[in-house]
């Protein structure tokens, strides 16, 4: 399934800083990640590590503050002979190639994403102008038509109404809609469900992972709800400071954790835990991205920490070929750190569940 | 099924129109009870100041009979029911009385037309100015947020808005009418001298709209629906233009009608400065004077001036704003 002929974008020890108030922030530090074609990925972290704005370097969309620092994102989309390094991007016209035509995007919150005073159909025809190059009559025609594509019922009608006539979860279809009139390549998800409520989610999450099958599309979703990582995720990415601390396919980061804060992480579900147990809580808090970070970025909150962990930084270790983790418990040199109980239980039970 | 549809949405359209009429004959109604409820309060507040102050100097001096004679030349011998209900009886007939003092015994339309014509004029041809100047002026500064031309503009706005006004007007009439040849008084036939009132009336409002305008559209920008319609590949010029430009227009729309109506009401220092014949300052020299049925007629024209200002600003943002819709609660979908 992963073979490198089918790479559509390739990220390359990629360094993102901000200046915010006179101070430079290191918001992604050094992330190398290769994309296939027509997957979805998923990328997991909380508030802070960096998700967003990682991807928003694909679509040149970072805020002013911000810049690629190095590093290199090369896109395989337009011609896998001849890919272009995003990370080089600068011009407002040299994105207009790349917005919306190769990579376009959901937002998390429909009830401001869509513009209050133009209709459904003109914001979805705007799109439809700029990449299809329809016009007119042909144009109000292949809006109604994505309109029924992405499940809105009477889209005749709906598409001369104002986004304010819609509920949450039919607007965020309208989001969906607008995304695909730009018949893009990747679709990033930034959080798509996080503002509707569980009913909805469950229903968007479906027309996402229908249109990326109808349309090949390659998938990003970002997002802190593992719930949805592993209804829509063929791979998982794990985050932390800016940084990808763990990637492998859905079963692999899953049941076969490799790095601590991944053990945290999933220790932390409310679903995973043990009846009678308390909620397990990650201690401390994320590190300072102001500051120069040494070694592990995770080894002040991880109670498992080797001394290794507070001088260098690990390097990428191979569990297997699709599954690779940040971490020195995977140096040969390591001592056995067993993971926390949790994770071993989920192992027996993946494990049990294989026998059977 | 589909024309089933479009029947539906007609019919249903056709009910929204007739709850527009219904609401605005509604507004209609309320703003004439508004109308009714000043003039009546100003009429009876009126009749509460002493007379004396409708005698002249030498009150003392004069007869009883004398007094009498002159109430009654007045209509004042009546009582106030009476009083008002005569007013209201000449105002259906478009006749607001005449003047007492001012120009005694002038009626008040011939006093007030010609002046509220220049003011109008002038006033009007200022904020066509002012909204040319200092909307582009905010989008300007708007788009180059924190940049040389916002910074300019922003201290250009705040001299106008911090300094006297009175510096300003003054600085332009000794200074600009030297070596341009431009006249330094309003001469009511000569377009020529309208120029240095015009711009003065118009420097407030360029600051005002231009503070406004860079207000609203930062706002905008800084909006989701921005942020998707620039990942949908709208080039930025487009963005600002169809998107935040458009949007931004949507607040200041609303103050338009009430600002060109109130320009009858004049400007008392640039129309004292170039000597302008128009309203400016004509109500408190009124007030002044106790020059009673010009205070009532004056009431009476820019209350309506000021009702009718904000109900045309409303229906304007109906116009504008599809989120806004007269037909008012319940009916919200």
Known sequence: MLNNGDIILSVKDLHVKFSLRGKVLNAIRGISLDLHKGESLAIVGESGSGKSVFTKNFIGLLDKNGWVDSGE??????????????????????????????????????????????????QIEEALKLHQGLKGEAASKKAVEILQDVGIPEAERRAKQYPHEFSGGMRQRVVIAIAMACNPQILICDEPTTALDVTIQAQILQL??????????????????????ANVADRIAVMYAGDIVEVGTCEEVFYDPRHPYTWALLSSLPQLGIKGNDL?????????????????????????????????????????????????????????????EIIRHIRNIHVGGVEE | MLRRVTLFSLSKRKKEDEKVAKYIVKRFGAALLSLFIIITLIFCLLRLMPIEGYLGANVDKL???????????????????????????????????????????????????????????????AMALSLVVGIPLGALMARTKGKWPDKLGTGFIVFLQAAPSAVYFLFIQMYATKGTGLPMLYNDSKPISWILPIISLALPSIANYGMWMRRYMVDQMNQDYVKLARAKGVSNKAVMMKHVFRNAFVPMVQTIPSSLLFTIMGSLYVESIYSVPGMGGLLIDVIQRQDNTMVQALVLIFASVGIIGLFLGDILMVLVDPRISLTGKGESR
Do not use: C
């Open chain 1, 73 to 122: 994102i090369w896109y395989y989309g337009m011609d896998p002979d001849h890919p272009v390094d995003l990370a080089k991007y600068k011009t407002e016209e040299q994105w207009q190639t790349i917005r919306g035509k190769e990579v376009a995007m959901v937002m998390q919150d429909p009830m401001t994403s869509l513009n209050p005073l133009k209709t459904i159909g003109w």
């Open chain 1, 208 to 229: 996402i992972r229908n249109l990326k099958e109808k349309y090949g599309l390659t998938t990003i979703y970002i997002t802190h709800d593992l719930g949805v990582v």
């Open chain 1, 280 to 340: 397990y809580a990650i201690k401390g808090t994320p590190p300072n991205l102001f500051n120069v970070i040494r070694g592990d970025a995770f080894a002040p909150r991880n109670p498992r920490a080797l001394k290794i962990d507070f001088e260098h930084r690990p390097p990428y270790f191979d569990v297997s070929p699709t599954h690779k983790a940040r971490t020195w418990l995977l140096d040969p040199r390591a001592p056995k750190v067993d993971p926390p």
């Open chain 2, 63 to 125: 007869s009883e009979e004398v007094i009498a004679a002159k109430l009654a030349a007045k209509g004042l011998d009546k009582p106030v029911p009476v009083q008002l209900f005569n007013f209201y009886r000449n105002l259906a007939r478009g006749d607001l009385g005449k003047s007492w003092i001012y120009r005694e015994n002038v009626d008040i339309v011939k006093i007030i037309k010609p002046k509220i014509k220049i003011s109008a004029k002038l006033g009007a041809m």
